[in-house]
């Protein structure tokens, strides 16, 4: 093990963890064995390389996951990443549920880390689906079209806070349903609001 750069708020978060404590210390060791530098970001451990963002983890109520960034990019000989909503572009999970587990699995974390690192030096790119692509709802291009000031914020909104309205205003069948979605979600993006904040 080579010089390791801690990073004490991951010691304080771990220290606070309630659930998967040994699970995210025993993927931290990992990740830290392969050179990263390990940061505090979006309240998680967050692993960089020349200040790239390389992996998360994340501990959530069923498992605790190592969250690749660009993980669509890399090629999962083992069949293990798991695409964490049907929505993601990029990111890709590796899920846990025990200390075993990780232990088990070691080197293939460790080639998936390098892996990670060797697609950031290549500089590649994970191919978005433009929001453009994305069928707007006629419900609510009827609802941008008479409230200027709601077109207005709207496109103000970043490209993925965008994404996540269209996709949820598109979800429901009936056009009763989405015009109910659009109504309460009018006030959140007038104030520049994405959908989860």
Sequence with gaps: ??????????????????????????????LLDCQLTEEFKWGKPCYTFQKSNIAIIIGFKEYCAISFFKGALLKDVNGILIKPGENSQ??????????????????????YIYEAIEVEKAGLKVDFKKNAELEIPEEFKNKLDENPALKTAFYALTPGRQRA???????????????????KCVEKIL?????ND
Excluded: C, H
Excluded at 93 to 111: G, H, N
Excluded at 165 to 183: G, N
Excluded at 191 to 195: F, R
């Design 90 to 111: 990029a990111s890709r999970q590796i899920r846990f549920t025990s200390v075993e587990e990780i232990v088990e699995k070691d080197a293939i974390l460790k080639a």
């Design 165 to 183: 309205y269209i996709l949820y205003f598109s979800a429901p069948k009936q056009s009763k349903t989405r015009q109910s979605r659009i109504e």
């Design 1 to 30: 093990m080579t010089n390791r750069k801690i990073n004490s708020k991951i010691d304080e978060y771990l220290s606070k963890a309630q659930k998967w404590k040994n699970e995210i210390e025993k993927l931290r060791m990992i």
């Design 191 to 195: 104030n520049g609001k994405g959908l």
